[in-house]
């Protein structure tokens, strides 16, 4: 991933390529390759935005909720390059487009929201929300960024999957204008965008994100001020489990204790799943009786 600064620092850009984090992220889910597409779109946008915060340890969530086949995409990432995400159908089809296009907006569905909750340390996060224009993602985000954030932007996204339905690439851009761009760099921006070809195709055969951006912002001096490494990783942890169980309450936790005698808790990210026994259910019990 790369944050780059292109017409005397009146356009600021991100380029990511975000396969391998996918893939693995496939593997783990089974997705399908139109649920495969709309989480790499997803995690793609996610890791960039991410790199918009301040400072490590922040984070961001970009939720998707289109009333959909796929349910709710969901995608967390940090300012240090961490990203992981789900869907609530993992398994979930839709005939495509075309043979070589997956259906992401009829996957998604455009009767709901795109949901943007940055957590930047503080007591309550900053939450912006808007109306789907047609579950594409890439327009839902541009939407999102200039009505909520009043931010013009252009993002283009792009998945594309083998037909062993591994991902052959994963990838994307936001280019964002300040307010002071001169009409000449605007024009030439734009006309730079209109007349790209498919992003898929930028990635499939360019690879790298510097070479992609070099491609999409020629003539507009782009320097690279970042470089950062995005993978999936997934932050779960026996202590935050402890804590899950611990929320539930004393009530709920003696009646587990009872009836079932353990419990095992999974990660929705990571589907790792961990156990507890009696024993450690009864200290957790304590703890809830404290709380
Ligand atoms: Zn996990």
Partial sequence: MIRV???????????????????????????????????????????????????????????????????????????????????????????????????????IGKDGEITVIKDLGMKTPYIGTYPLTNGEIAEDLTAYFLHSEQQPSSVGLSVKVNVDYSILTSGGFIIQVLPDISEKELRLLESRLLNLPPLSELYETLRDPETVMHTVLDGLNPIVSEEKKVVFHCDCSRERMEEALISLGAKELSSIIEEDGHAEIKCHFCLEAYQFNKMELRKLNIEALGE
């Fill in 5 to 107: 600064s292109a017409g005397n620092g009146q356009i600021r850009a991100f380029f990511v390529r975000n396969s391998d984090m996918l893939e693995r992220t496939r593997e783990i889910h089974q997705l399908s390759p139109v649920a495969a597409a709309a989480l790499g779109r997803t995690m793609a946008a996610t890791a960039m935005m991410a790199q918009m915060l301040k400072a490590s340890g922040q984070k961001i969530t970009i939720r998707i909720n289109g009333g959909g086949p796929l349910g709710t995409v969901l995608c967390v990432a940090d300012y240090d390059g961490n990203v992981k995400g789900l869907v609530d159908y993992p398994q979930a089809e839709t005939e495509n487009i075309s043979p070589e296009k997956l259906n992401v907006g009829a996957a």
